[in-house]
């Protein structure tokens, strides 16, 4: 819950306040994150850009593949807008 609350404070931080035109960003899957994530993404507005297969070497010694996401300030303050209103 802490981290969906820093993730969202975060997302008004680089569109709100400091003004970005575009976030990307990604996470390994299988990464428990990684559900919050699509389901935020989707939420806000932005999409996932895709999928590299086998991107990265881990601790374990597995290779994992690595989801790209992308968010435009746009569409962030588009659809939070539209949440707050909706309450």
Known sequence: MAFSRDFRQFLNDIFEKFGFRKLTFGVFIGNPVEKMYDRYIRKVGG????????????????????????IFRENYLTNEQGEAQNG
Do not use: P, Q, S, W
């Not at 996932?48 to 992308?70: H, Q, S, T």
């Open 47 to 70: 999409r996932i850009v895709g999928i590299n297969k086998e991107a990265g070497l881990l601790m374990d010694g597995k290779f994992y593949d690595y989801k790209e996401y992308e």
